[in-house]
């Protein structure tokens, strides 16, 4: 089964898409506000991965490698040849990982607060938001996600909430998380596996990494990983969640890099 995406725009257009890529146990409406601050001019399509939101019984389900099989033979389905590509966290991860096997195809390279560059990841939080079954655990582990005076609207918990009480989400969301957290320390600590960094420095396309400053998450110290080979911007005050908690600021680097690059 082929995977849902939101659309914006003509995909049909001169101009290469620009493909958004969500983070764990997430879905496309992550992007929503970062949407409305994207000049109207840029295709876009955000995707659901699979196990995820409206594409939770697509073929793809697990790591972050089966999962960009996954999106890139959903792109190849629809006739998308050469695209931008954005992702968050696991989405990140993905992205990355579209660079890295077919450079030829991806005009430009957006990550925000990646996953696979470092082992260092905060497991327990990530087990915390995959199986929250009460309305108090799960606004406790999205309030990990974000900076502390970051607030979490309750809606949002609630639609969280639901999406988990979908037949076969809860299963889904473990699968992948099992996957991420592929590895372990000595002590038994969960660690996730990480990417081929150096290959991914040498890559010919435009590179930006984003990252916030008070990320519970995943560390930001990570992002010195690409320092001299991307555009890095960290951003105070902003923890893992930054589609959400600063739209404007990844909406303006997504928009620098697709102006960057013709088509």
Same mark, same amino acid.
């Given at each position: 089964?082929?995977?849902?995406?939101?659309?914006?725009?003509?995909?049909?257009?001169?101009?290469?898409?620009?493909?958004?890529?969500?983070?764990?146990?997430?879905?496309?409406?992550?992007?929503?506000?970062?949407?409305?601050?994207?000049?109207?001019?840029?295709?876009?399509?955000?995707?659901?991965?699979?196990?995820?939101? $409206?594409? =939770? !019984? *697509?073929? #793809?389900?697990? &790591?972050?490698?089966?999962?960009?099989? %996954?999106?890139? /033979?959903?792109?190849? @389905?629809?006739?998308?040849?050469?695209?931008?590509?954005?992702?968050?966290?696991?989405?990140?991860?993905?992205?990355?990982?579209?660079?890295?096997?077919?450079?030829?195809?991806?005009?430009? $390279?957006? =990550? !925000? *607060?990646? #996953?696979?560059? &470092?082992?260092?990841?905060?497991?327990? %939080?990530?087990? /915390?938001?995959?199986? @929250?079954?009460?309305?108090?655990?799960?606004?406790?582990?999205?309030?990990?996600?974000?900076?502390?005076?970051?607030?979490?609207?309750?809606?949002?918990?609630?639609?969280?909430?639901?999406?988990?009480?979908?037949?076969?989400?809860?299963?889904?969301?473990?699968?992948?998380?099992?996957?991420?957290?592929?590895?372990?320390?000595? @002590?038994?600590?969960?660690?996730?596996?990480?990417?081929?960094?150096?290959?991914?420095?040498?890559?010919?396309?435009?590179?930006?990494?984003?990252?916030?400053?008070?990320?519970?998450?995943?560390?930001?110290?990570?992002?010195?990983?690409?320092?001299?080979?991307?555009?890095?911007?960290?951003?105070?005050?902003?923890?893992?969640?930054?589609?959400?908690?600063?739209?404007?600021?990844?909406?303006?680097?997504?928009?620098?890099?697709?102006?960057?690059?013709?088509?």
């Amino acid at each position: 089964m082929g995977l849902y995406a939101e659309v914006q725009g003509d995909l049909g257009g001169a101009a290469a898409p620009l493909v958004l890529l969500h983070g764990f146990g997430g879905t496309s409406g992550i992007w929503a506000e970062v949407l409305r601050h994207l000049p109207p001019s840029i295709p876009v399509l955000a995707y659901d991965l699979p196990g995820h939101g $409206l594409s =939770l !019984v *697509a073929d #793809g389900l697990g &790591g972050a490698g089966r999962l960009a099989k %996954a999106v890139a /033979a959903d792109l190849a @389905a629809r006739g998308i040849e050469r695209f931008h590509v954005a992702g968050h966290s696991l989405g990140g991860a993905i992205a990355a990982i579209l660079a890295l096997k077919a450079p030829e195809k991806v005009a430009s $390279l957006t =990550l !925000v *607060a990646p #996953g696979g560059f &470092g082992p260092e990841i905060n497991g327990a %939080a990530l087990s /915390a938001f995959a199986f @929250a079954e009460t309305a108090e655990e799960m606004r406790a582990a999205m309030e990990a996600m974000v900076a502390p005076a970051h607030p979490i609207l309750q809606e949002a918990v609630d639609a969280m909430l639901a999406a988990r009480q979908v037949p076969g989400a809860r299963e889904a969301v473990g699968t992948v998380l099992k996957a991420i957290l592929s590895e372990t320390t000595e @002590a038994g600590e969960p660690r996730q596996g990480t990417l081929p960094v150096g290959d991914l420095r040498s890559l010919p396309m435009p590179k930006y990494l984003l990252w916030g400053l008070e990320d519970r998450i995943l560390p930001p110290g990570q992002a010195r990983s690409l320092e001299g080979a991307a555009t890095i911007r960290l951003l105070a005050a902003a923890g893992h969640m930054l589609p959400e908690e600063c739209p404007q600021e990844v909406a303006r680097v997504l928009t620098a890099a697709v102006a960057a690059v013709a088509g």
